[in-house]
């Protein structure tokens, strides 16, 4: 798999909490210069990086990011401002806590409420995997299926671990045939970024391979 590739399913990120206009704009010219899947940016830049991109790649969001447990209502909104300033792909974090507490009606309703805001745009779902037993992680892969997410996604990057293979490896065997995967977190070379996507993730979640291809100079 060559880099072009590989950028491709790149969601190219920047949810530093000092990220200035400034920074927005070089991530969208970056991502528009290796055709990225997406420029991944606070709520609060969505309007300006969609007004600035003009169509050329999609915006994606973040929505109870990075703890998960603001109300639904508030996420609800958050999302619903996300779409009215021009972000197309919406990644929301499951509260970790009723999840714990096998709150799993709670957390279908939370996403079945974003899904229906989100209808004609992308929805991920983070679980921030690297908190969550095996069978918690299993239990995700069954809601996010029901619910009608389009994807289920590793990890925010803020908290202790990011993305690994084995949690590749069991989304991929218990998600439905219609949700694709997102890795995201830890990602920091291409030849991770190649055994994610051979594993079965359609996107990756990462601030590190376009500072790699320009490194490079092979572009």
């Known amino acids: 798999m060559d880099i072009f590739q ?5 969601d190219n990120t920047l949810l530093s909490q000092t990220a200035t206009s400034a920074d927005i704009k070089a991530l969208c010219d970056d991502s528009i ?37 603001t109300t639904s209502a508030a996420k609800c909104f958050e999302a619903e401002e996300a779409l009215k300033n021009g972000a197309a792909e919406i990644d929301m974090v ?8 096998k709150r799993y009606r709670d957390i279908s309703g939370e996403i079945s409420s974003l899904r229906e805001i989100c209808r004609n745009s992308i ?3 983070i ?9 918690e992680k299993i239990e995700m892969c069954r809601i996010v299926t029901d619910t009608g997410a389009d994807y289920i996604k590793t990890s925010t990057g803020f908290a202790s671990g990011g993305a690994t293979a084995h949690d590749i490896e069991l989304f991929a065997e218990h998600t439905g045939p219609f949700v694709m995967i997102k890795a995201a977190g830890g990602i920091s070379s291409f030849e991770d970024a190649e055994k994610f996507i051979q594993l ?19 572009i």
């Open 94 to 101: 499951i509260n970790i806590g009723w999840l714990k507490d």
């Open 33 to 69: 210069r290796f055709k990225t899947a997406s420029v991944c940016v606070p709520p609060s830049y969505a309007k300006e990086a969609a007004e600035y991109l003009q169509s050329q790649i999609a915006v994606c969001t973040v929505i109870g990011f990075p703890n998960g447990n």
């Open 6 to 10: 590989i950028l491709s399913k790149v």
């Open 127 to 135: 679980i921030e995997a690297c908190f969550l037993t095996d069978g």
């Open 200 to 218: 079965g993730a359609s996107r990756l979640g990462t601030s590190r391979l376009v500072k790699l291809a320009k490194e490079s100079k092979l």
């Open 123 to 125: 929805l991920k779902v």
